[in-house]
């Protein structure tokens, strides 16, 4: 039987994945490992990202014995899949923004793109734009506080509405937008409060069927039968995450060893 998949996300945005990689493949077994203690990756610098980023899911593949990583996390998509990939001896799935399919669903062809401000201002974002939306008005928004509200709220805490609505404001002074294309794996987790801020219907786009669709095309899913109960690792483990991971069926939480030059932050 293959081993697990791994989830990998600077936070608990990579849940926002699980679901549809569980729909895809009921049986199969998922590990998680997030880098928390560095939240939110989109305000750091690229190269010492990189070198983390690399440390990072190394260390929890070697410990998960994963038959597949899936990159759940846009910020590290852009800046490490090809080493990430030049490293590891397994599968690697990235995440990129669902500019793609949101270009189906636009009828106005004003489009948002609400991500942190490391995905919104990456060459390759500019890239998928320049590819599949041409036609396209593509109004970009760094909403990075929107990952703090995804983690407060998976962890039982109240919401801040006033972080909500300045984020998406920028969105709604575009009167023809009517596609949102949700560029941080964190930001499905807010999606029935992103439904109630909006003024009026909005096509909400997210890459988790996308990516669950091709870990299948990628992966040898085909020797699953029903697996363990997933495991998870943490940069910074807690028991208010160890809860939040149990109620997505991650069983376990463990600290994740890291190399000691990737601890702290370059000045």
């Known amino acids: 039987m293959p081993g697990p998949i791994l989830i990998f996300d600077s936070g608990v945005g990579g849940l926002s994945v699980t679901a549809a990689l569980r729909a895809r493949l009921p049986t199969a077994t998922l590990d998680y490992v997030c880098d928390n203690a560095m939240l939110p990756y989109g305000t750091k610098a690229d190269a010492w990202l990189v070198s ?29 899949l090809r080493e990430l990939r030049a490293r590891l001896a397994i599968p690697v799935v990235g995440t990129v923004p669902a500019i793609k399919p949101a270009t ?11 991500a942190t401000s490391a995905t919104v201002n990456r060459a390759y974002t500019q890239t998928l734009i320049d590819e599949f939306a041409a036609d396209c008005r593509i109004v970009r928004v760094a909403a990075d506080g929107l990952v703090g509200e995804a983690e407060r709220q998976l962890a039982g805490l109240a919401p801040d509405d006033g972080v909500l609505e300045a984020a998406l404001a920028p969105l709604w002074a575009q009167p023809t937008l009517d596609t949102v294309v949700l560029g941080c794996t964190h930001f499905p987790l807010l999606r029935r409060r992103l439904e109630a801020s909006a003024p009026r219907t ?32 943490a940069s910074a483990p807690s028991a208010r995450l160890a809860a939040t991971l149990a109620g997505y069926g991650f069983t376990s939480l463990e600290a994740l060893a890291l190399p000691a030059e990737t601890l702290t932050l370059p000045r």
């Open 52 to 80: 983390r980023i690399v440390a990072t899911c190394t260390s929890a593949v070697r410990a998960s014995g994963a038959a597949g990583l899936v990159v759940a996390c846009n910020t590290a998509s852009t800046l490490a």
């Open 104 to 114: 189906r669903l636009s009828t106005s062809r004003v489009i948002g793109l609400l």
């Open 202 to 233: 909005i096509n909400w786009v997210d890459s988790g069927a996308a990516i669950a669709r091709r870990v299948v095309d990628v992966f040898d899913t085909s020797g699953y039968a029903q697996g363990r109960e997933g495991r998870a690792w």
